[in-house]
């Protein structure tokens, strides 16, 4: 019997939501095995000066829980 996880990051970049969801999942793998899958919740963005500064993804990220 497989039993999954899933948790919930906010990933940051400066360059796009892409870079942020990779870095949500980086972050992720370097604690926790058997990452399967990746669900982008939402993306939201910080503003200065009427540019994007900061880029934020919010995702739920699936892994095989070991016995």
């Given at each position: 019997?497989?039993?999954?996880?899933i948790?919930?990051?906010?990933?940051?970049?400066?360059?796009?939501?892409?870079?942020?969801?990779?870095?949500?999942?980086?972050?992720?793998?370097?604690?926790?095995?058997?990452?399967?899958?990746?669900?982008?919740?939402?993306?939201?963005?910080?503003?200065?000066?009427?540019?994007?500064?900061?880029?934020?993804?919010?995702?739920?990220?699936?892994?095989?829980?070991?016995?």
């Open positions: 019997m497989v039993v999954v996880k948790i919930e990051l906010v990933g940051v970049s400066e360059k796009s939501w892409h870079d942020a969801v990779d870095n949500a999942i980086q972050e992720a793998a370097r604690t926790v095995k058997n990452l399967r899958g990746v669900h982008v919740k939402k993306c939201t963005g910080k503003i200065k000066e009427n540019k994007i500064i900061e880029y934020r993804a919010t995702v739920k990220i699936s892994f095989v829980v070991e016995r």
